[in-house]
């Protein structure tokens, strides 16, 4: 079974923080996702990478950044925490494009 | 410009019956076509999924059916069980994407 890991299940920051998002898949995927999962909005895509190093914008990118240092490890940088950050983020693998995404079960964050 | 909509926040169902769960998109241009059930607390996991060269897809207790002329998507869940109480987002894929599109969730209540 796919294992996607997020470091933290809750998070509190105060705004203004620079903050670290970390996810680890053991799977050998090549792709790597991250979501924020918002009431009434679903799940809308930040940024994913399809390679070590390799990063594109997702549909909401303004005010995160990303790092992929190695395959298993996809991090979400948040640069300047603001309360309108506060939500869920899930991260997610999957081995190409047209195969199913496997989550994390997620990391609520709240800025204060 | 929401592009997958679930127009159904929620939807109660007797156990035992049926349960059918509602996706409308509006690109033509999606090709792939992903059921994800989330609990609280725990990420969203992989039901069932459909290429667009199909128009039904069955696993077990369920079935999802594509209708490419009306843009729509449905997930089945026969019969339906109290386990199965849970969010449901459907997810459109551009061929050759890595990039999900989900719509909103339906909350599905399955009651004993």
């Known amino acids: 079974d796919v294992k996607v890991t997020q470091s933290s299940r809750y998070l509190v920051k105060r705004t203004g923080e620079k903050v670290f998002l970390e996810c680890v898949q053991d799977m050998d995927h090549e792709n790597m996702f991250w979501y924020r999962q918002d009431p009434g909005l679903g799940l809308r895509l930040i940024y994913f990478?399809?390679?070590?190093?390799?990063?594109e914008k997702g549909d909401i990118p303004e005010g995160y950044s990303v790092s992929r240092e190695k395959k298993e490890r996809f991090s979400l940088i948040l640069e300047s925490a603001s309360t309108n950050q506060t939500s869920m983020y899930l991260c997610?693998?999957?081995?190409?494009?047209?195969?199913?995404?496997?989550f994390g079960d997620g990391t609520r964050l709240s800025i204060l | 410009d929401q592009q997958v909509k679930q127009n159904s926040p929620s939807l109660s169902v007797q156990e035992g019956r049926i349960s059918i769960l509602n996706c409308d998109y509006t690109n033509s241009m999606f090709d792939y076509f992903l059921w994800y059930k989330k609990y609280p607390a725990e990420g969203p996991t992989f039901l069932i999924s459909?290429?667009?060269?199909?128009d039904k897809n069955e696993d077990g207790r369920f079935t999802v059916f594509l209708n490419k002329s009306a843009k729509h998507l449905s997930l089945h869940i026969v019969p339906s069980q109290p386990g199965d109480s849970a969010v449901y987002f459907c997810?459109?894929?551009?061929?050759?994407?890595?990039?999900?599109?989900f719509g909103t969730g339906t909350r599905l209540k399955v009651l004993a």
């Open positions: 990478s399809y390679d070590v190093k390799m990063k």
């Open positions: 459909i290429s667009s060269i199909k």
């Open positions: 997610a693998s999957s081995p190409y494009s047209n195969q199913p995404q496997h």
């Open positions: 997810a459109a894929v551009h061929g050759g994407t890595y990039k999900y599109i």
